[in-house]
């Protein structure tokens, strides 16, 4: 019967990596044998600093080299995802896996706290209405929008790109004027 360190192996490397596109919505690229990037899920990433490798224990492990710093197994990147605890993470990843025969670890989890472990904020959050535009915004956003929307058709010639696209999703000169669709070119 195999243990729930057993099955966070590399020879169960393909597997972790059909889970983990699967259920946390992103696509692993290969970068050398046994490693693989990704854009972190857990964090808004624009690099793809999330990496999938193998340890020198033959373990599966995921990286963040991004803002979450985090360094995890596959029961921890469960946990994160789930908000399970680590029993109910070793039961989810048997479950996928379609062993029935697991012998599960019964202690916690050392980097991941268990759901409702952390306090509740002091202060709660609530909503607010957005407030209402002042005359003098609505006014400064109307002369920004006729400013653009003249600056894109003044020169059909330097704008072709522009207007061509908006043409191709049917957005011809009346409805680009009528609208004040407008470009703001690049500064650089």
Wanted: negative net charge; glycine residues 6%.
């Amino acid at each position: 019967m195999p243990s729930h360190n057993d099955i966070k192996t590399v020879a169960y490397l393909d597997p972790m990596l059909n889970y983990a596109e699967a259920h946390l919505g992103i696509r692993f690229r290969p970068t050398e044998k046994y490693r693989y990037s990704a854009f972190c899920p857990f964090h808004a990433d624009t690099k793809d600093s999330f990496r999938l490798y193998v340890d020198g224990n033959d373990v599966v492990r995921f990286h963040c080299f991004g803002a979450c710093g985090g360094d995890w197994d596959i029961y921890d990147v469960i946990m994160l995802r789930e908000k399970c605890s680590f029993r109910q993470a070793q039961r989810i990843w048997a479950d996928y896996l379609g062993l029935k025969d697991v012998e599960f670890h019964s202690g916690r989890s050392q980097n991941i706290p268990e759901p409702d472990a952390e306090p509740e904020p002091d202060d709660s959050v609530e909503f607010l209405e957005p407030a209402e535009p002042t005359d003098q915004t609505k006014a400064t956003l109307a002369e920004a929008a006729g400013f653009y929307n003249e600056l894109l058709l003044s020169d059909s010639e330097k704008y072709s790109k522009v207007l061509t696209y908006l043409a191709r999703r049917g957005l011809e000169s009346p409805i680009i004027e009528r609208f004040q669709i407008g470009y703001s070119p690049s500064l650089y």
